[in-house]
């Protein structure tokens, strides 16, 4: 139980020659809200990629809750609690709002690849698609094919997806892109709200979400972590300053 | 929304279905109108099952006549081996093992097709097709060679329920028996977990990846349970034809199977059944009247692929939204504009091609003979008079089509606009 959420270590990740990441050592305990900041191209995805297993890790170790998951398919990693969103709407767009979060509970609830149980009859897994939608705000746009909703609806349902699942390590990336304050806002608050008592890495370029949400810091520059700690250690942190220097994180640390 | 477990309108519909195919033949008696009711049966279950992967799972497969091929040949033997000593009943359930045997092809065949999806899957549908074709000519001891297998349904001393099969309309009876009960299972599975993650890899495999499911599993699942469809259709046409060749697994066949389901269309569960029941009349009647008929299908299906890409249940489904609007009234006139120079357009192609497909193919063929029952007269091809009378109607109807189908698609323009301002 005192394992970290999630521990990489060493974890290096080509593409053909090009290193984009070069040994990251990172612990996110358990329950933390943690944010991964850090300028385009630094590599914040491709760390989520690797953690997640959408793409193979040239070297390192990562552990998910104590154990080993190098190695292991998306799925795999999936059924053993970690569940994270896309920086690009990954979502099942032909499905309504509601049969999207239906397909993100089915397999959390047991029903696999049943093909001898009705799913109107599973009662569980409406309720908890239905529940998620509640959280979304998306309630309204049940019946509503995914494709056809709002860049923020979307975005919206991005999230539900991936915590519908009820997975309790969550990592969210750049949730909030593309979106207005009020929209950011909005969003801010569904996720502090259905995050609450998971562990939740989340990549975020907005200086005053980031300092706003999370307990710690990490900051990614070049494929490596220069700093990890307190948003208010971040803050005057010389290495970060200078990464950063004339750039988003004066202003967004000054708001 | 509807978390009725039976709608009523569904159950209507499907008592509707099952009452107009058992009536069918009571209202049209002859052994050919038989006959092609027969065929229709079994290319609604097999299309259907081709839809399982084309439809819900994005599955384009060039090789589906495998499954109902193998399921054909199986049953064929089964039936032989049963001999005399077998009864009707026996008879009566020897799709089933068309069925078995479609899965369990499934089982092994599509371990190797379903590790990729997308291109690669049709490329390797498509190879395992040619593997099994070229297996079927070089095993005639089991596909029976170029004359087949073939065998008698009538089989043991008593009837069952009064039934021997023997009579074609006993046969039609049992098609519609197993093509409505497997009509409704295959439906049922599109309501299941799986059914809705085949979707759902359909959609996007890689967030299905995400929500925890293994996409090369539920293809695979897909994969077998569509082959039992399959199979039970080719058990079908076993005994239906009592007779089966290698044509049944032939890429031909695979090819058909795709046609019926891509104009039925493949985004509906229904689509199929109305794409397998349209094509069917069109190889059987049209193919009775012409020896052009290949190249009416193939203008057909580019017109549908061009127009409709949705197939004709599409179709269905925008008229029945408008109709739910109140707008359809509004299209109706238009529609009825659009088919008068639509029919010229027709007559004139109609004419040009039949005369063509004499000249080009010879007297010889035939065809000279139904270039004019087509058309009703007499003509001399050799003569510019019939060729400039069916160019000018050709170009009358393309002149005119084009023209008030230029209106009815600013109508329908209108229209669909008025439909989706109402809704927003
Ligand atoms: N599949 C890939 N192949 C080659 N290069 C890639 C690939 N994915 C990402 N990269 C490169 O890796 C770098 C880091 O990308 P990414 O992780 O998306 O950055 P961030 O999310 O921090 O903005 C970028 O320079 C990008 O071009
Ligand atoms: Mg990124």
């Known amino acids: ?255 | 929304m509807n978390s009725v477990i039976f709608p009523r309108g569904r159950l209507l519909l499907w008592g509707g279905g099952l009452a107009l195919a058992i009536a069918l033949p009571l209202l049209f008696k002859s052994g050919f109108m038989v006959s092609l009711l027969c065929q229709m049966g079994i290319m609604v279950v097999f299309a259907l099952s081709y839809n399982m992967l084309l439809g819900q799972t994005g599955l384009l497969s060039f090789g589906h006549a495998v499954y109902y091929g193998l399921g054909a040949f199986i049953t064929m033997h089964t039936l032989n081996l049963i001999g005399k000593d077998g009864s009707p009943l026996l008879v009566a359930l020897l799709p089933l093992v068309g069925g078995l045997a479609g899965m369990l092809a499934g089982v092994v065949l599509g371990y190797v097709t379903t590790k990729k999806a997308g291109t690669t899957f049709a490329m390797i549908s498509l190879g395992i097709g040619e593997l099994v074709a070229a297996c079927a000519l070089m095993f005639p001891g089991f596909f029976g060679g170029e004359g087949g297998v073939s065998g008698n349904r009538v089989i043991g001393k008593e009837s069952f329920l009064g039934f021997t099969w023997g009579p074609q309309v006993e046969m039609y009876g049992l098609i519609v028996l197993w093509a409505f009960l497997a009509t409704v299972a295959m439906f049922a599975l599109t309501q299941t977990p799986l059914g809705r993650m085949a979707n759902a890899v359909r959609d996007n495999p890689e967030r299905a990846e995400f929500v925890g499911y293994d996409t090369q599993r539920v293809r695979y699942l897909m994969l077998i349970l569509s082959g039992l469809f399959a199979g039970i259709a080719g058990g079908l046409t076993a005994l239906n034809y009592e007779i089966v060749t290698a044509e049944t697994l032939n890429a031909h066949t695979s090819g058909v199977v795709l046609l019926m389901t891509f104009v039925g269309g493949i985004g509906f569960f229904y689509g199929p059944i109305i794409g397998a029941i349209l094509i069917t009349v069109m190889q059987i009647v049209i193919g009775g009247l012409t020896h052009a008929w290949l190249l009416y299908f193939g203008l057909f299906f580019l017109f549908m692929v061009l127009m409709a890409p949705g197939g004709i249940a599409s179709l269905i489904a925008v008229q029945h939204k408008l109709w739910q609007a109140g707008l359809l009234g509004r299209m109706l006139p238009h529609y009825l504009a659009t088919a008068l120079p639509t029919l010229v357009l027709l007559a004139g192609l109609v004419g040009l091609i039949e005369m063509g497909y004499a000249l080009l193919a010879g007297e010889g063929v035939g065809a000279g003979d139904t270039a004019t029952k087509v058309m009703g007269m007499e003509m001399q091809l050799n003569a510019p008079g019939p060729w400039a009378a069916a160019l000018g109607v050709a170009a009358l109807g393309l002149a005119l089509t084009r023209w008030i189908g230029g209106r009815t698609r600013v109508a329908w323009n209108a229209t669909l606009s008025t439909l989706h301002g109402d809704k927003a």
């Open chain 1, 1 to 255: 139980m005192n394992s970290p959420a999630i521990r990489v270590s060493g974890l290096k990740k080509n593409f053909g020659a090009s290193e984009i990441i070069r040994g990251v050592d990172l612990d996110i305990q358990r329950g933390e809200r943690h944010a991964i900041i850090g300028p385009n191209g630094a590599g914040k995805s491709t760390l989520f990629h690797l953690i997640s297993a959408r793409l193979p890790v040239t070297a390192g170790a990562i552990e998910l809750k104590g154990e080993n998951v190098v190695g292991l398919k998306p799925f795999e990693i999936a059924r053993r609690g970690l569940s994270r969103s896309f920086q690009i709407t990954n979502i099942f767009h032909n499905l309504s709002v509601f049969e999207n979060l239906r397909c993100a509970v089915l397999w959390s609830l047991g029903y696999r690849y049943s093909f001898w149980q009705r799913l109107s009859g599973l009662k569980d897994a409406r309720q908890r698609a239905e529940a998620v939608m509640e959280e979304i705000g998306l309630s309204r746009r049940r019946d509503t094919p995914a494709g056809i909703l709002s860049y923020a609806e979307q975005r919206a349902l991005e999230i539900g997806i991936t915590i519908a699942s009820g997975a309790d390590v969550i990592l969210l990336d750049e949730p909030t892109a593309g979106m207005s304050n009020t929209e950011t806002e909005e969003a801010v608050a569904m996720i502090r709200r259905v995050t609450e008592g998971k562990t939740l890495v989340m990549v975020e370029h907005d200086m005053g979400v980031v300092f706003g949400l999370a307990d710690r810091i990490s900051v990614l520059v070049y494929g490596q972590i220069i700093a990890t700690d307190a948003p208010a250690a971040i803050r005057c942190n010389a290495a970060v300053q200078e990464a950063y220097l004339g750039t988003s994180l004066h202003s967004g640390i000054a708001s």
